[in-house]
């Protein structure tokens, strides 16, 4: 950016006028101070909240105990903000929590390709959860009659005492079971929908319960009581169509770009060895947006790898293919069990920011966002490893690292 454009463009967003658009080329040249004062405005924070952004992650004594044992200080981590996303219509400025380099660089990227062909269009399921109860029966017993008449009173009593979340649509909804042989073992799986919270507590809450109640039904003894991570019954999806003419760059026209990345793509969904490293790349977007926003990373982890397995092959977690028209199309569905109230989500304020940023959507409004932002990384890796490779712009972005490091390195010599 030459110098009279970067002056036109900080005049810009000097002025009162808050931009609306998350399109904003050339912010990654300007001062951090100023980046903020434009995240701020877009994400209507408080001036009373600039430390929320100003302290680089630094927590309270009182919040670090509260958060870990054993605490004794913090461990910041870069908060970037990645642009150009446009989703079902909406501009969105994404908080990316991470250390490597390229990442919102490349998300960003990737969105701008995205925002081309209109954007990411997405859609989600409620957000229900599933909790197991693993019962050892003692003795033969006609269980499936026993369970299938008590159904319905065993989902009311699992939502005894959660009076409040019954009030906002929520609540355990359904219990299934099956037996296990080579464990002689039945298991229960109760579905409940969390609303806004991630709700593992309240899952795993209801799932003692229910074990205890088992207890009285059946001739038993219970084994675990616990969530998991795979909640296939709460999934996020996103789509876009990137025209080809998007593509093109020096090395390659677009329509060349377009059947590179579809091959890039069925290479990932015929190797297992090519899925691992095509899905660590979609999870480099999921993870900074998750983390940014105080939800568990690794819950969110464990259940994208294990539903890429759910056919018995591991495959890629995105989907990419040239459509009659001759342009890109992709898609990606993943289970995400996100929160935007509880925990650390609530208490920590870097989290709150990052939030009201993302324009504090409820929690599958925060899925359906982190989806997309998989999406958008996926395909700036793809579009350069089909073109001139990953490690132009993944190197000249680390170049600065490598500096760094040598220069603190002399240092200690």
Not at 124 to 137: C, E
Request: aromatic letters at 6%.
């Amino acid at each position: 950016m030459t110098g009279e454009n970067r002056n036109l463009f900080q005049n810009r967003y000097q002025t009162a006028q808050t931009p609306v658009s998350s399109r904003l080329p050339g912010f990654y040249e300007l001062p951090i101070g100023q980046r903020r004062e434009i995240v701020m405005g877009m994400g209507r924070l408080d001036r009373g909240h600039t430390h929320q952004l100003g302290d680089f992650g630094t927590l309270s004594a009182e919040l670090v105990d509260v958060f870990i044992e054993n605490g004794v200080g913090t461990f910041a981590m870069p908060l970037g903000i990645a642009t150009n996303f446009l989703i079902n219509g909406q501009d969105v400025l994404v908080p990316m929590a991470v250390e490597e380099s390229s990442v919102v660089a490349a998300a960003s990227h990737g969105a701008k390709l995205a925002r081309a062909g209109g954007g990411f269009q997405t859609s989600s399921t409620a957000p229900v959860g599933t909790g197991q109860v693993q019962v050892f029966l003692r003795e033969s017993c006609d269980y499936e009659s026993i369970l299938s008449a008590e159904r319905q009173n065993l989902i009311t009593y699992a939502n005894e005492g959660h009076h409040r979340l019954l009030a906002r649509g929520g609540g355990a909804q359904n219990i299934s079971w099956r037996y296990i042989e080579a464990l002689k073992s039945l298991v229960l799986y109760v579905d409940i929908d969390t609303r806004d919270a991630m709700g593992a507590n309240m899952i795993n809450t209801m799932c003692e319960r229910l074990g205890k109640r088992m207890q009285e039904l059946l001739p038993c003894e219970v084994g675990l009581r616990i969530l998991t991570n795979l909640c296939d019954k709460r999934i996020a999806r996103a789509h876009c169509k990137v025209p080809k003419e998007a593509l093109s760059n020096r090395e390659f026209n677009g329509a060349e770009v377009v059947e590179r990345i579809e091959q890039a793509y069925l290479f990932a969904a015929h190797d297992v060895y090519r899925a691992t490293t095509h899905n660590k790349g979609v999870m480099n977007g999921i993870d900074p947006v998750v983390i940014a926003t105080g939800n568990d990373w690794r819950a969110v982890e464990a259940g994208a790898h294990a539903y890429s397995c759910r056919t018995g092959v591991y495959q890629p977690m995105t989907r990419w293919w040239k459509n009659s028209d001759g342009d890109l199309e992709g898609d990606i569905e993943l289970p995400m069990a996100l929160g935007t109230v509880g925990g650390v989500t609530t208490l920590h304020p870097t989290s709150q920011a990052a939030l009201k940023i993302l324009g504090s959507p409820n929690a599958q409004g925060l899925a359906e966002i982190v989806v997309a932002v998989g999406l958008a990384q996926n395909l700036s890796a793809l579009r350069a490893l089909a073109s001139e490779g990953i490690q132009r712009g993944h190197m000249s972005l680390h170049e600065s690292n490598l500096r760094l490091a040598q220069q603190k390195g002399a240092q200690r010599h």
